[in-house]
């Protein structure tokens, strides 16, 4: 059993120095838990990829206590990369800039850039304040499987390889945060997250969206693919997205659904006449903010009711709902 601990002045100077012997510690952000490492440290990041199974291929976000510290892991910081700081840190917005000769080629899989974000999230920011120095965490999960939004998700994924757990309750946003790159002169939103588009576009005029992957045609191979594999973010019951709002109509539908229970992840309340599994409902009022945060724990306790099936309904896609319907079309293209 990992120790999960309440984050108190004494575990949190304990969580700082662990990280600073190279261990690994999980820790929340405002978006979901973090696995965190000494970014400055090989051997250590080298410890994240083992304990996550991740392939050496996808890069890790380095979190950072302020715009001071993200200097020492970014080799330049524009007049725009400053301002989208000024305006969305600490929160759900990563960056992706050129990367500082401090950070190793294992953090960034040999890319020139590095992700680099400050967390919004008062046991983060003191876990970072502890440390002195960045910490890299990509999310406390298996690779490919449900991202954790609450210290008992992280303690369910994992019983080596991290030494404790820092408990920060649920998180507030509950999907990742959303990563833009800034090395063209277009922005290009290379993952939908916690931080809208229309948020990022009011400060930093048009961006664009890296062609989705999701479904297909992602090259696993790829370096620049980031947290963009198709089945990313899994349960690990099958789940198939809706194609529109509501049960389909006949209900059970033709083709009919396996054999087996079957249950239904639900955007809005209230709970749809005469689906007689197991629902779980997003957000009652349908707001999509609240929909985020639910998300992953809603999954996590289907996934743990021995279903064949999940149905999951689509939402809309402005604002978070982009994010939403992101993870679920990943999920649904999960191979079982
Ligand atoms: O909200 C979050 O971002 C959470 C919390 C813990 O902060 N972290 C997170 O990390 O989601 P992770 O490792 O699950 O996702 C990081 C993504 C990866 O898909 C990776 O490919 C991409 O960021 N990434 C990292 N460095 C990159 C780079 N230099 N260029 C492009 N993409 C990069
Ligand atoms: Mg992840």
């Known amino acids: 059993m990992i120790p999960v601990l309440q984050p108190t002045p004494e575990n949190l100077r304990l969580a700082a120095d662990c990280l600073a012997r190279g261990e690994l510690v999980a820790f929340p952000t405002e978006t979901v838990y973090g696995l965190g490492a000494h970014a400055f440290r090989p051997e ?12 050496f291929f996808d890069p890790l976000i380095v979190h950072v206590e302020d715009a001071a510290m993200a200097a020492r892991v970014c080799a330049r910081i524009d007049a725009r990369a400053r301002l989208l700081m000024e305006r969305f840190w600490p929160g759900p917005l ?8 401090a950070v190793p080629g294992i953090a960034v899989s040999g890319l020139p850039t590095v992700a680099v974000r400050m967390p919004d999230h008062p046991v983060a920011l003191a876990l970072l304040r502890a440390c002195g120095f960045p910490v890299a965490a990509p999310s406390a999960n298996p690779f490919g499987r449900l991202s954790p939004t609450a210290a008992a998700h992280v303690a369910a994924h994992f ?4 030494s404790l757990i820092l408990d920060g309750g649920h998180c507030a946003v509950g999907v990742e ?3 833009l790159s800034l090395e063209g002169e277009t922005p290009v939103i ?6 809208s588009r229309e948020d990022i576009e009011a400060v930093a005029g048009p961006v664009s969206l890296s062609a989705s992957p999701s479904g297909s045609g992602a090259d696993p191979g790829r370096p620049l693919a980031p947290g963009q594999l198709p089945s990313h973010y899994a349960p690990r019951t099958p789940l198939r997205l809706l194609p529109r709002p ?3 109509s006949p209900f059970p539908p033709s083709p009919p659904l396996p054999e087996g229970a079957t249950g239904l992840l639900a955007f809005r309340g209230p709970v749809p006449a005469g689906f007689a599994g197991p629902v779980e409902i997003l957000s009652d009022a349908g707001d999509l903010r609240e929909a985020a945060a639910n998300l992953f ?5 289907l996934d743990g009711r021995g279903l064949d099936l999940i149905l999951a309904e ?3 896609e402005t604002g978070l709902g982009l994010a939403i319907m992101d993870r679920l079309r990943k999920a649904a293209a999960a191979r079982h």
């Open 94 to 101: 990563t960056l992706v800039l050129p990367k500082a000769d």
């Open 297 to 301: 724990a809603c999954l996590h306790r």
């Open 159 to 162: 019983d080596e390889g991290l």
């Open 246 to 248: 509501g049960l389909p």
């Open 44 to 55: 250590a990041l080298a410890r994240i990829f083992e304990a996550k199974r991740r392939p």
């Open 177 to 179: 945060s959303t990563i």
């Open 314 to 316: 689509p939402v809309p």
């Open 190 to 195: 290379l993952r939908a997250g916690g931080l």
